[in-house]
Nanobody, 121 residues
Framework: QAQLVESGGGSVQAGGSLRLSCAAS???????????MAWFRQAPGEEREIVAA???????TYADSVKGRFTISRDNAKNTVYLQMNSLKPEDTAVYYC????????????WGQGTQVTVSS
């Protein structure tokens, strides 16, 4: 059984910071290091969008809207991926989801339940 559990969401004023964590558990993730991990977000009335991704090699990519403000990282010893969010803006308000894609796969097959991030002006 595979499980992704996000934490670290909350409410913050514009300009503030939050760090999201996503812990993976279950036999599926026994080779967690071989999974690509990503953070997505979905704002009310909007499509889900990818925010940042990190490959099994550690290379990462970011949406243009968060470049220079967000940092994705992973700790394979803890089966955990992080999203450090700095200089938050009201438009960053959304439910944030982590997702996992197996090596060689083209889809993110595993998803967490999401954590709410609210940024007030």
């Amino acid at each position: 059984q595979a499980q992704l559990v996000e934490s670290g969401g909350g409410s913050v004023q514009a300009g503030g910071s939050l760090r999201l964590s996503c812990a993976a558990s279950g036999r599926t993730f026994s080779n967690y290091a071989m999974y690509a991990m990503a953070w997505f977000r979905q704002a009310p009335g909007e499509e889900r969008e990818i925010v940042a991704a990190i490959s099994w090699t550690g290379s990462n990519t970011y949406a243009d809207s968060v470049k220079g403000r967000f940092t994705i990282s992973r700790d394979n010893a803890k089966n955990t991926v992080y999203l450090q969010m700095n200089s938050l803006k009201p438009e960053d308000t959304a439910v944030y989801y982590c997702a996992a894609a197996p090596l060689g796969g083209s889809n993110y097959d595993y998803w967490g339940q999401g954590t709410q991030v609210t940024v007030s002006s």
